[in-house]
């Protein structure tokens, strides 16, 4: 199964994530790419050409022994991926078996365990919406792993070998861990898409709103991250500006309407923030009696 200094890796479903990690651990000599096996053979034969090393399959019994198996397919389908493969005469003692999902833990890999496969779970904290950026992008960036200890041990010096820092967590927490990231990243999309359709029914168009919101958003997150998310924290409710607040929800009510439930919402989570219910009772049950009626 290779040697010590140089192990085989092969991936199943070698789609953005796959292919990046393939990639780089291959670039880097890490690993020799043994078998990229996704459902069809066209799509692993072009992940084989993007990580620039492998054997293109399309059926994970064609597995060979090899040292590490990632699975790197959509989540909905890793458990059931385990299964497959725990159905196949392969000598799992000695493999380590991981995925890099970041909603379930390394517990979905048990099928494989108790045939002595060792199973982990390391998530990259990172967004792999285009592989050829994420090449450059990734190392840096922290990956949060959790498993078997045996796994881990090894698991971390490849991890580490792609400059990414390395952090352990706990599996009993994984929901609430990887729930912090969809809040952070999967809702800014939508947090952004709102105040672009605000700008635009004030007659502004999308390139310049784009150009309007970009540097106020990543100065506000320099601050969040240079000191804390209740110093960083500007705009009505952290001045106590009732009024202002009362005429926005106003305006969302009768020009967007589907808007307005989403401003009431932050609004809430951002009077918690301000932490006026310590400082100023009075307006803090202000602003709650005036959002009340919006929940």
Not at 3 to 19: R, V, Y
Not at 117 to 146: D, R
Not at 168 to 193: G, M, Q, R, W
Request: aromatic share 6%; with cysteine.
């Amino acid at each position: 199964m290779g040697d010590l200094l140089k192990p085989t890796l092969s991936i199943i479903g070698a789609g953005k994530l796959g292919q990046t990690l393939g990639k780089l651990w291959f670039d880097r000599d890490c690993a020799t790419i043994n078998q990229v096996i996704n459902r069809s053979l066209e799509s692993s034969l072009a992940a084989i050409q993007f990580i620039g090393a492998g054997t293109a399959e399309d059926s994970i019994y064609h597995l060979e022994p090899c040292n590490y198996v990632l699975i790197a397919t959509p989540d909905a389908q890793i458990s059931q991926i385990a299964e497959e493969l725990a159905e196949l005469p392969y000598p799992w003692h000695g493999t380590t078996v991981f995925h890099c999902s970041g909603a379930l833990s390394a517990k979905v890999l048990k099928p494989l365990a108790v045939l002595g496969a060792k199973t982990a779970s390391v998530h990259p904290i990172h967004s792999f919406a285009e592989p050829q950026n994420s090449l450059t992008q990734l190392p840096g960036s922290y990956c949060c792993a959790e498993g078997a200890v045996s796994a881990l041990n090894t698991l971390k010096s490849l991890f580490e070998a792609l400059e990414m820092k390395w952090q352990l967590i706990d599996a009993d927490k994984k929901t609430l861990y990887h729930a912090s990231f969809v809040i952070a990243c999967n809702f800014l999309p939508a947090l952004v898409d709102s105040a672009l359709q605000c700008l635009s029914e004030a007659n502004i168009d999308e390139n310049t709103a784009k150009k309007m919101l970009q540097p106020l958003m990543q100065g506000t997150l320099a601050n969040i991250f240079r000191t804390s998310a209740n110093q960083a924290l500007t705009g009505p409710i952290a001045r106590g500006d009732l009024e202002t607040v009362a005429r926005q929800l106003a305006a969302l009510e009768t020009q967007l309407p589907n808007i307005k439930s989403l401003y009431s919402s932050l609004s809430r989570s951002t009077l918690d923030v301000a932490k006026h219910e310590q400082q100023r009772p009075d307006l803090f049950t202000e602003f709650k009696n005036l959002l009340k009626h919006d929940q």
